[in-house]
């Protein structure tokens, strides 16, 4: 699936008016709905994006002004290596470009983002959700991108087997068996008594484990938390206190919508070959004999909203939303200007357009199907929208609330990578590869390779 994705991402989707046609005869719904579309204007703008969003965003934008947009979308794994080149190359084009919260610490370190302040932005800081404003932010505090969007994450629970498990399926009151690592295991070992699992996989909680920075000062920063987080994947592992169903694959939006079979910890690592979990018709035949269960909980961004819309089949209206352990977000589309463009100020106009404009944010909230937008007004505005495949629950308002807790202060250039070695050391623990002390030091020797001007205390 993951292979997939990549392959449409890379595709290259110029923009044109009018509906987008698909390979299966699907049609797209029309961004351009509710706009008189105006005149060309010989105006052009060239926008390289990592999300199809911006696909809907620019045909809107399109049809507003008459500028014609052109829309590249490129494959992550592809997308910052294709900018710093265009820069290095001196290109002045594209005008228009973007980066993820973990992407935009390098991109700021050689320039890529023109300087948003210097065109109006700082005018317009009260407007947007504190943490998504910071995130634009350079080290020197210049505006150098924003966000349309906000991603706090969330813990989505079964209405119907909170009230079974636990009495109630008040929000309040299930986030309370979600306040601490400790409760956690606590309530996967209740859940897993009752019948059920708490989780799918291991790595629901993963939203939640940024507790502290990696780098402080120029030093590694094991923080206790993260050994607390590690403790608490191991023993969701061994403990058998989940379904073994890996985050994206078949048994995982399975759970959604009903009982899935319990798979093994083999299965999940994959030393155990036997099951199909990308297909999920051969899943189907190759599981058709095992125990089953259903689960409880998922731990997502406020994206996940449209994940679970999508996959709850007929548990729709069954589920919540609570806290977490901690406050946790991740992703989000943030779009600047190219420093190299020559149309500065025309992109400029797109910028607002996409993440400054009341009528745009509301027709994302509508044409998106339940995005979360940054804007503060318009969260304001939708704070008592009820969602019915959530028990009528106003995520909004939950979400916003969600989003004032994020001290984006904690987020460093160094995270995707350091992190992605921790989770390596996560996974040699909880399956045996290597003991704790091992794996701890082998991260160590990892950040010492990979960033030899970090001090590393061991």
Avoid at 263 to 291: K, P
């Amino acid at each position: 699936m993951k292979k997939l994705l990549s392959l449409a991402l890379a595709l290259i989707l110029v923009l044109s008016l009018g509906t987008v046609a698909f390979a299966d005869g699907a049609t797209k719904a029309d961004p351009t709905e509710g706009i008189e579309p105006a005149e060309l204007t010989g105006e052009k703008l060239v926008v390289w994006t990592l999300a199809d969003d911006l696909v809907d965003f620019g045909a809107r934008y399109q049809a507003a002004t008459g500028v014609e947009m052109e829309v590249v979308v490129i494959a992550p794994e592809d997308y910052p290596t294709k900018v710093q080149t265009a820069l290095v190359g001196g290109e002045t084009e594209p005008d228009i470009i973007v980066g993820e919260p973990q992407m935009l610490g390098d991109m700021f370190s050689y320039g890529a983002f023109a300087d948003l302040d210097a065109l109006g932005a700082e005018d317009y800081a009260d407007q947007i959700v504190d943490y998504v404003w910071a995130v634009g932010k350079d080290p020197e505090g210049v505006q150098r991108a924003i966000s349309y969007q906000i991603t706090p994450a969330g813990i989505y629970y079964r209405r119907d087997i909170a009230e079974k498990v636990f009495g109630t399926d008040d929000p309040d009151e299930i986030g309370k068996h979600f306040a601490d690592y400790s409760t956690i295991l606590e309530t996967a070992q209740t859940l897993k008594d009752a019948g059920y699992r708490i989780f799918s996989s291991d790595s629901e909680i993963g939203f939640f484990a940024g507790l502290e920075p990696w780098v402080v000062d120029g030093k590694l920063n094991l923080a206790q938390a993260r050994l607390d987080y590690m403790d608490l994947v191991v023993a969701l592992y061994q403990g058998d206190l989940t379904a073994y169903a890996n985050q994206w694959s078949t048994p995982w939006y399975q759970a959604m919508s009903g009982p899935v079979p319990i798979l093994t910890a083999d299965i999940q690592n994959y030393a155990d070959d036997s099951v199909n979990v990308w297909d999920a018709e051969a899943f189907a035949e190759q599981t058709a004999d095992m125990q089953q269960t259903e689960v409880f909980a998922f731990g997502l961004p406020s994206w996940g909203v449209l994940t679970l819309r999508d996959n709850v089949g007929e548990t729709s209206g069954l589920w919540g939303v609570c806290a977490g352990p901690e406050y946790g977000m991740s992703g989000g589309t943030f779009i600047g200007i190219s420093e190299l463009s020559e149309k500065k100020e025309l992109a400029w106009d797109f910028v607002k357009f996409c993440t400054l404009n009341e009528d745009t944010a509301e027709w994302w909230i509508t044409f998106s199907e339940g995005d979360t937008v940054s804007m503060k007004s318009v969260l304001e505005a939708h704070k008592d929208d009820e969602n019915p495949v959530y028990g009528n629950q106003k995520l909004y308002a939950f979400w916003q609330k969600q989003a004032e807790g994020i001290d984006y202060s904690k987020v460093t250039q160094y995270d995707k990578i350091i992190g992605d070695a921790w989770g390596a050391a996560i996974s040699a623990v909880k399956t045996g590869v290597s003991t704790k002390e091992d794996a701890i030091e082998e991260f160590y020797d990892t950040v010492a390779y990979t960033y030899p001007e970090i001090e590393i205390e061991r």
